[in-house]
């Protein structure tokens, strides 16, 4: 009884000096980031700007654009569908070659996978920052960053979802003799469509958010607008961007959530 | 001999237990046998064996005195023809009607192209009809299969292996998801191929009642090992213990 106290009492101790330690390291981490920050709680007195700012320019909008961001609200869309779309296309027989179960070998199921975690390691910006220069500033060039980044995604997406689909149905075809491809096409396909739908709309959402920033390196879009009111310091202006680009995610996600529910 | 399995061995990965253990089975045409045994005593993977499905590691198969152990690409395509198979869980193709579930029992004869573009010629459909007709479900041909019950998809799954013209007929639990009236529905329905077809069957199932009412001739298995071969009135209670022991 005496020793088991005495045990006891020794975890006890172990458990305290514990978090202890955690609290000590917790709190140089915090200190290290503030250091590298600057962060300095007295700087909160300019605050006050931040206030100022926002009334000056968002309470004050200029409507005048509303028109022009409207148009390119459109055009962000236009390259979102277009870099889905074009990336859907690709990915769905790359996902095939580069699935367990229906690659034809196993160096090209290898290959494809390292290669579509490469891409989609990639930021779509990153993309953007080569295209821009190189083919030409505007939509063009955020259609193709999104599209690379996106094959990225839904390759290995698509990929995973052929390699989990039920193998019932596919034994089933298999055991009336069918060739692989109609094995393929009927005992996996069919259970398949739903799910790559659906994750092609909500790569379709993340895209309109993606192809904003995208406009900020120049790669067309209401982001590309907002960039350039910004440069040139029409506050008043970018308040209206801004707004635009709430409604349209909204409808966006409210839109793609609908439709993602009713495919599934 | 139909089917001849010889020292028929199944080991999933190195070091684990045999799922099946030097297996020696003769199965002759026009035969009902009930395969007996607890979940994981091997049933499913004899059963899958026979077709392919799953490759043995050890020993061999006979399928009418030749040799389809090692069969590969195009041969064992052509093999698996004249075995058809109906499962626990139905296995008919989601979002497709009655009709084309059925014609899935030819995609072991058709082409590619044909099937893609569903170029079936009228005689074909009639044949599947006629499956249709004999499993009860005629009026259900352009059904999504998704909104039948479960014994009407095990009759489509019928169907299908029907149009397949198979020699053999194998079943991995196909009565297990059913209620008890419908399940002996189903078995009554297997019972007549077999009896008026002459379909060699070889059915896993789930109770010793089924299998004593409907087959010739009872396999029990107990982990991999086949423990009693015989006929359902030479199992008796000590048969029966050491199957589920």
Same mark, same amino acid.
């Given at each position: 009884?005496?020793?088991?106290s005495?045990?006891?009492?020794?975890?006890?101790?172990?458990?305290?000096?514990?978090?202890?330690?955690?609290?000590?390291?917790?709190?140089?981490?915090?200190l290290?980031?503030?250091?590298?920050?600057?962060?300095?709680?007295?700087l909160f007195?300019?605050?006050?700007?931040?206030?100022?700012?926002? +009334?000056?320019?968002?309470?004050?909008?200029?409507?005048?654009?509303?028109?022009?961001?409207?148009?390119?609200?459109?055009?962000?869309?236009?390259?979102?569908?277009?870099?889905?779309?074009l990336?859907?296309?690709l990915?769905?027989?790359?996902s095939?070659?580069?699935?367990?179960?229906?690659?034809?070998?196993?160096?090209?199921?290898?290959?494809l996978?390292?290669?579509?975690?490469?891409?989609r390691?990639?930021?779509?910006?990153?993309?953007?920052?080569?295209?821009?220069? #190189?083919?030409?500033?505007?939509?063009?060039?955020?259609?193709?960053?999104?599209?690379?980044?996106?094959?990225?995604?839904?390759?290995?997406?698509?990929?995973?979802?052929?390699?989990?689909?039920?193998?019932?149905?596919?034994?089933?075809?298999?055991? #009336?003799?069918?060739?692989?491809?109609?094995?393929?096409?009927?005992?996996?396909?069919? +259970?398949?469509?739903?799910?790559?739908?659906?994750?092609?709309?909500?790569?379709?959402?993340?895209?309109?958010?993606?192809?904003?920033?995208?406009?900020?390196v120049?790669?067309?879009?209401?982001? +590309?607008?907002l960039?350039?009111?910004?440069?040139?310091? +029409?506050?008043?202006?970018?308040?209206?961007d801004?707004?635009?680009?709430?409604?349209?995610?909204?409808?966006?996600?409210?839109?793609?959530?609908?439709?993602?529910?009713?495919?599934? | 001999?139909?089917?001849?399995?010889?020292?028929?061995s199944?080991?999933?990965? @190195?070091?684990?237990?045999?799922?099946?253990?030097?297996?020696?089975? /003769?199965? @002759?045409?026009?035969?009902?046998?009930? %395969?007996?045994?607890?979940?994981?005593?091997?049933?499913?993977?004899?059963?899958?064996?026979i077709?392919?499905l799953?490759?043995?590691?050890?020993?061999n198969?006979y399928?009418?005195?030749?040799?389809?152990?090692?069969?590969?690409?195009? /041969?064992?395509?052509?093999?698996?023809?004249?075995?058809?198979?109906?499962?626990?869980?139905?296995?008919?193709?989601? &979002?497709?009607?009655?009709?084309?579930? !059925?014609?899935?029992?030819?995609?072991?004869?058709?082409?590619?192209?044909?099937?893609?573009?569903?170029k079936?010629?009228?005689?074909e459909?009639?044949?599947?009809?006629?499956?249709?007709?004999? %499993?009860?479900?005629?009026?259900?041909?352009?059904?999504?299969?998704k909104t039948?019950?479960?014994?009407?998809q095990?009759?489509?799954?019928?169907?299908?292996?029907?149009?397949?013209?198979?020699?053999?007929?194998?079943? /991995?639990?196909?009565?297990?998801?059913?209620d008890? !009236?419908?399940a002996?529905?189903?078995?009554?329905?297997?019972? /007549?191929?077999? @009896?008026?077809?002459?379909?060699t069957?070889?059915?896993?199932?789930?109770?010793?009642?089924?299998? &004593?009412?409907?087959?010739? &001739?009872?396999?029990?298995?107990?982990?991999?090992?086949?423990?009693f071969?015989?006929?359902?009135?030479?199992?008796?209670?000590i048969?029966?213990?050491?199957?589920?022991?």
């Amino acid at each position: 009884m005496l020793k088991l106290s005495h045990e006891n009492s020794k975890l006890k101790l172990s458990d305290k000096s514990k978090r202890v330690y955690l609290t000590i390291g917790l709190l140089i981490l915090f200190l290290w980031s503030a250091n590298g920050t600057k962060f300095n709680p007295l700087l909160f007195r300019d605050f006050g700007n931040t206030l100022n700012f926002i +009334q000056k320019s968002f309470l004050n909008p200029d409507w005048s654009v509303l028109p022009m961001a409207l148009k390119e609200s459109v055009i962000t869309v236009q390259i979102a569908i277009m870099g889905t779309f074009l990336a859907l296309i690709l990915a769905i027989p790359i996902s095939f070659l580069g699935a367990k179960n229906t690659s034809p070998h196993w160096s090209i199921y290898t290959f494809l996978r390292s290669v579509l975690s490469f891409i989609r390691s990639i930021p779509e910006i990153v993309f953007a920052l080569i295209f821009v220069p #190189t083919v030409s500033l505007g939509p063009f060039a955020g259609v193709l960053a999104l599209m690379i980044h996106n094959i990225g995604v839904m390759g290995k997406l698509f990929s995973e979802i052929i390699e989990s689909a039920d193998i019932g149905p596919q034994e089933a075809v298999a055991s #009336t003799g069918a060739k692989k491809i109609i094995v393929i096409l009927y005992g996996i396909v069919p +259970q398949v469509i739903p799910h790559v739908l659906s994750n092609a709309f909500y790569r379709l959402e993340v895209s309109v958010r993606a192809s904003l920033v995208l406009g900020l390196v120049g790669a067309g879009g209401v982001g +590309q607008l907002l960039s350039i009111h910004f440069r040139m310091f +029409q506050y008043n202006k970018v308040a209206v961007d801004c707004l635009v680009i709430m409604t349209m995610v909204i409808v966006i996600d409210y839109f793609g959530g609908i439709i993602r529910r009713r495919v599934i | 001999m139909q089917l001849k399995l010889e020292n028929l061995s199944k080991q999933y990965n @190195k070091g684990e237990a045999y799922a099946l253990d030097k297996v020696n089975l /003769d199965i @002759k045409e026009g035969e009902f046998i009930s %395969v007996l045994g607890l979940s994981g005593s091997g049933k499913s993977t004899l059963i899958r064996c026979i077709n392919r499905l799953i490759d043995p590691t050890d020993g061999n198969i006979y399928f009418e005195e030749k040799e389809i152990t090692k069969l590969k690409g195009e /041969d064992l395509r052509l093999y698996r023809r004249k075995i058809a198979m109906i499962f626990q869980q139905y296995n008919l193709i989601p &979002r497709m009607d009655v009709i084309t579930n !059925v014609l899935a029992g030819r995609f072991g004869y058709f082409s590619a192209n044909k099937i893609i573009f569903k170029k079936f010629k009228s005689n074909e459909i009639m044949e599947a009809e006629a499956a249709l007709e004999k %499993v009860g479900l005629i009026n259900f041909t352009n059904r999504q299969v998704k909104t039948l019950s479960g014994g009407q998809q095990q009759r489509v799954g019928i169907a299908r292996a029907l149009l397949q013209q198979p020699k053999m007929l194998l079943g /991995d639990e196909p009565v297990s998801s059913l209620d008890p !009236v419908t399940a002996e529905e189903v078995m009554k329905l297997l019972w /007549d191929i077999n @009896k008026n077809q002459g379909i060699t069957m070889v059915m896993n199932l789930h109770t010793v009642e089924l299998a &004593r009412a409907y087959s010739k &001739r009872i396999i029990g298995i107990n982990k991999g090992k086949i423990v009693f071969d015989g006929s359902p009135k030479d199992l008796y209670e000590i048969d029966i213990k050491e199957i589920y022991r």
